[in-house]
């Protein structure tokens, strides 16, 4: 059985930092290209960030240099550091996964950026 388990989230002035996590099981982790993705209120999902499994990674242009993705292999972790958040950054938060065949999602965590 395939999980991914978000956590990290939380409320968080302007300009704060957190750090977003995402624990696979039942995956070879290190063969997934993973992302996260967000979703705001009234809002599509988007794409935030991914990092393939070389490790070469892409950003949205609106996190780009506020934003790091990054993984563990060994923990089976992808993280998102997120730093000088922004009001418009509050959304749910959720972790993909994606290789060859179906792809899978977390259930998602709550970043809310206000004062």
């Known amino acids: 059985q395939v999980q991914l388990v978000e956590s990290g989230g939380g409320l968080v002035q302007p300009g704060g930092s957190l750090t977003l996590s995402c624990a696979a099981s039942g995956i070879v982790f290190r063969l997934y290209a993973m992302h996260w993705y967000r979703q705001a209120p009234g809002k599509q999902r988007e794409l935030v960030a991914g990092?393939?499994?070389?490790?070469?990674?892409n950003y949205a242009d609106s996190v780009k240099g506020r934003f790091t993705i990054s993984r563990d292999n060994a923990k089976n972790t992808v993280y998102l550091q997120m730093n000088s958040l922004k009001p418009d950054d509050t959304a749910v938060y959720y972790c993909?996964?994606?290789?060859?065949?179906?792809?899978?999602w977390g259930q998602g965590t709550q970043v809310t950026v206000s004062s």
């Open positions: 990092i393939a499994s070389t490790r070469i990674t």
């Open positions: 993909h996964a994606v290789w060859s065949g179906p792809d899978y």
